[in-house]
């Protein structure tokens, strides 16, 4: 998912300028990375409208959405959101953090991982889906960034399972994570006496 972030540069940096900025009705945040069309720039301290930031989180793609920020109308730079900052109590966005990104160059995500079907070895043989690795990292280029991966479990039988390995048959991706991790398994259900 590609979207566009208009934001405005701000003077004040530290604590009591960003409870001011959030009092506003606005969200501090910074940019950084040495991509795109700033590549000399260092990291710049922007503002942002919360509910888009918000919007873009809880997105399919989420943190991975590739998002073309421009500050204060200038040119655009493509962007993914690195890190961000939520209150414990609150749970509003209080800080994110943004990273530049070159379009042709690869870099390593986490992607979350999504189980589809249910398991013959649940439905015949009374076993448990037992969900082990529900992110994975890997590595590609900024522009073929899954959404998900996706991991039909309806053949699972007791005992069998699927490994990162099993999914990177004809996709655009390598794996970061060791090829051997296992994702998710069907194990058999403890009786109890």
């Known amino acids: 998912m590609n979207t566009n972030l208009n934001t405005e540069a701000r003077p004040g940096r530290g604590k009591n300028s960003a409870r001011a900025l959030r009092r506003s009705g606005r969200l501090p945040a910074v940019v950084y990375g040495s991509h795109g069309a700033d590549s000399d720039a260092k990291a710049i301290a922007i503002s942002v409208d919360p509910a888009e930031v918000t919007k873009i989180l809880r997105s399919d793609s989420g943190v991975n959405t590739i998002i073309g920020l421009s500050v204060d109308g200038g040119d655009a730079n493509q962007v993914l959101i690195k890190d961000y900052q939520v209150g414990p109590l609150s749970r509003a966005l209080l800080h994110v953090d943004f990273y ?37 990292a890997i590595s590609c280029l900024p522009s073929e960034i899954p959404e998900h991966l996706t991991i039909d479990v309806s053949p699972l039988t007791i005992g069998q399972g699927v490994r990162l390995g099993d999914l990177m048959e004809g996709v655009s991706w390598t794996a970061a994570s060791d090829t051997d991790t296992l994702l998710v398994h069907v194990i058999a259900s403890k009786l109890e006496e």
């Open 100 to 136: 530049r990104v070159a379009m042709d160059e690869v870099l390593t995500v986490t992607v979350p991982v999504v189980l589809t079907g249910e398991a013959e070895g649940v439905k015949v043989q009374g076993g448990l889906i037992d969900f082990v690795q529900r992110e994975v």
